[in-house]
């Protein structure tokens, strides 16, 4: 205690010393021209280890105010705000716990800035850094407790509201501003590592973990299957099946990307005056049967939480359809196997009732993939005496077939009525065609377009749709 007290006693008599030698009337005046002044505190304590002193140019030099208890709070929070990285506490002298006299100068600039005529503003912000300095999370607390709010903070100090709050809530938990280490074990896979396998499964998506195991074990790095899943993920990928598509040989390519540059730029009009048409497969316990259930763990297996299958899929019908912008069209059953005859009468009693029906304008046009019925010498002789214009089609391009997306639909409704035989699934999917509302046709050819741009931006391969 008497330690303490002579402590005191001693920087008192410094202090008193400093303001005779300075002759100082209105504040603090150094030799080397820095001001210095005298304010209340809001820490207890100061240290007292002297920096060297600098003598600063006066176009780098701030006047904070004068006097000795003059001061006010606010407005040395605000150097403090100011010159967080610029300004550094020269010589702190604790003389009551209460009275601290400052002496506050310019230090290496933590950037270099360039020099400029016109001096800093106590309101101007510093640039941006990557992680606030350990003095300026110290305000951040020292502010708080002073009462004031978070987006006054951040104001102040020109930080984030957020930073300011998550520098409060870390000191609230834990007593501190440092950075706190960080949680669980190291990384198996040093950044390097990981680098080299995601080259690998780049450059070879079908790579197995296996293989990436086998490569780190031959670089030093021994790790688990769960390890590679894991870093792949926090890398973006992750493990899928591979879609199947139709097969594309670069004519196929070319011929995709030939065909959507070349309608790209056609009117919606024109493709509103089309009448698509596809056959399908249905079968009767599909995949397409298949649905969600809430049920609890362990009973995946109760009768109410799966769905009956039989071999070859319970039997399947095949149907012809067709449809346009204005709504569907007809739909028939083919019972027998197509051939060129077959889809010759089929066009003959339901396209030409279905354009009727449709209503569709003057030289509308029909659509039909290279199926060898469809481009048989025949099948065009018919379509040529019928004066049907036919759409040039790209072979291999089901995802450029809009009808595509309405089979889809209409085998996600047949199966949540689950026919129990052949005859029931005909009705059905005679029912939900009729069903169909002609928003959804029209939907699908409004946004043809689009499917034209995704060809064309995968460059002539298979798209989404």
């Not at 990384?187 to 990436?212: A, C, E, Q």
């Not at 995949?287 to 809430?294: A, E, L, M, R």
Request: hydrophobic share 35%; glycine share 6%; proline share 4%.
């Amino acid at each position: 205690m008497m330690m303490m007290m002579m402590m005191m006693m001693v920087m008192a008599m410094m202090v008193m010393a400093m303001m005779d030698a300075f002759n100082c009337s209105s504040g603090l005046q150094l030799r080397d021209g820095v001001n210095a002044f005298v304010y209340l505190s809001h820490r207890d304590t100061f240290s007292s280890e002297l920096l060297p002193t600098r003598k600063m140019e006066e176009k780098k030099r701030r006047t904070i105010g004068e006097g000795t208890n003059e001061i006010s709070m606010s407005t040395i929070q605000s150097v403090n705000a100011t010159c967080r990285e610029n300004v550094t506490l020269k010589c702190t002298m604790n003389v009551d716990r209460n009275v601290t006299v400052v002496d506050y100068f310019w230090t290496q600039y933590k950037r270099h800035l360039s020099t400029t005529s016109n001096s800093q503003t106590p309101n101007s912000t510093m640039a941006k850094t990557k992680e606030l300095s350990k003095d300026t999370r110290n305000k951040i607390v020292d502010l708080h407790q002073a009462g004031k709010s978070e987006s006054a903070i951040g104001k102040q100090l020109g930080v984030k509201k957020s930073t300011v709050g998550e520098i409060i809530r870390k000191w609230k938990t834990y007593k501190t501003t440092d950075n706190l280490p960080p949680s669980g074990a190291p990384r198996k896979i040093s950044p390097r590592g990981v680098k080299m396998i995601t080259r690998t499964v780049s450059k070879n998506p079908r790579t197995t973990r296996g293989d990436l195991v086998n490569d780190l074990q031959r670089a030093g790095t021994k790790v688990t299957k769960a390890t590679i899943s894991n870093t792949l993920r926090r890398q973006g990928l992750k493990s899928c099946s591979a879609r199947r598509v139709p097969l594309l040989k670069p004519v196929h390519v070319r011929a995709r990307l030939e065909s959507a540059r070349e309608h790209l730029d056609d009117p919606e009009e024109d493709w509103e005056n089309v009448i698509w048409s596809d056959e399908t497969k249905i079968e009767l316990f599909g995949k397409n049967s298949t649905c969600g259930v809430w049920r609890r763990k362990n009973a995946e297996l109760h009768p109410k939480n799966t769905i009956p299958t039989v071999k070859h899929g319970g039997g399947n019908i095949m149907l012809w359809g067709c449809f346009s912008a204005k709504g569907p069209g007809r739909l028939i059953r083919v019972k027998k196997r197509m051939n060129g005859a077959m889809y010759r009468e089929i066009l003959s009693k339901n396209l030409l009732p279905s354009a009727r029906a449709l209503k569709m304008k003057r030289g509308w046009v029909f659509q039909h993939d290279n199926d060898p019925k469809h481009t048989a010498r025949a099948t065009k002789e018919w379509l040529r005496k019928k004066h049907v214009k036919v759409l040039e089609w790209p072979s291999q391009s089901p995802d450029l077939n809009p009808i595509e997306n309405l089979w889809r639909e209409l085998k996600i409704r047949v199966a949540q009525r689950q026919p129990q035989n052949i005859t029931a699934l005909e009705e059905i999917c005679m029912e939900e065609w009729a069903k169909l509302p002609a928003t959804v046709c029209k939907n699908l050819v409004a946004t043809y377009r689009k499917r034209l741009t995704s060809v064309i931006a995968n460059k002539g391969y298979i798209t989404k749709y």
